[in-house]
């Protein structure tokens, strides 16, 4: 993460993130596969497996090595770029990648319980305290206890586009988005703000 300053002189947390330029690798259509969407491939091709290579190599697609799906109505020419500059600053976007690993964590790290007394006399500090009744004398399932924390997809919603760079295919972001250093991440437009009119629309 850096900090920048936004549009009112304000200076905010930010994460900067790499869109590089993704290609349109294949085209669903309601009238071929029941509904409409497109798959786009990120990175660079000579990394995607051989059914992969092939497909790519149909589409004439100079990226590839990751591919997501997405669904909508855009009519979008099979092979063609989409660019960063698709967004634009003060746009809100959700942020959709795998979370850190935290490792096998206790109730109190993991489900935020709160700890026992520290004082007179109190053992039970950080215990997860009584797991179910005398009776039907066994743990019901969905008990929160101590596990592996983290390593799990995870979306933040509701985020702003503070920036957008073309030409280093830089996206500024305000706040953090989930995921380690390098990760990769997807990042889609909010659909509560994509009706919304921006400020000084009519």
């Given amino acids: 993460m850096t900090r920048v300053a936004d549009q009112h002189g304000n200076v905010v947390g930010a994460t900067v993130l ?4 993704n290609a349109v690798t294949a085209l669903r259509t309601v009238e071929r ?3 409409a969407a497109i798959q786009l491939g990120a990175g660079d091709p000579k990394h995607a497996k051989k059914p992969q290579q092939g497909q790519l190599s149909k589409a004439n697609a100079k990226a590839g090595a990751v591919l997501r799906e997405f669904r909508t109505d855009e ?17 809100i976007v959700n942020v959709t990648a795998t979370s ?9 790290k993991r489900h935020h319980f709160a700890q026992g007394p520290r ?4 053992m039970n500090v950080r215990e997860p ?9 066994r743990v019901v399932k969905g008990r929160r206890m101590a596990g592996r924390l983290g390593g799990d997809r995870t979306t933040v919603k509701h985020l702003e586009v503070l920036d957008v760079l073309p030409d280093q ?4 972001i305000r ?16 659909p509560r703000h994509a009706a919304a009119p921006k400020k000084g629309d009519e």
């Fill in 129 to 137: 305290g009584s797991i179910g009744a005398q009776r039907p004398q």
């Fill in 175 to 190: 706040g953090a988005v989930p995921g380690i250093r390098g990760a990769q991440v997807v990042v889609t437009a909010s």
């Fill in 119 to 122: 004082s007179h006399g109190g």
């Fill in 169 to 172: 295919h830089l996206l500024v």
């Fill in 75 to 91: 009519s979008l020419e099979l092979g063609s770029e989409m660019t960063v500059d698709v967004f634009a600053p003060g746009d």
């Fill in 33 to 35: 596969d029941g509904y």
């Fill in 18 to 21: 790499e869109v590089q330029p």
């Fill in 100 to 108: 850190k690993g935290r490792g096998f964590a206790g109730t109190i």
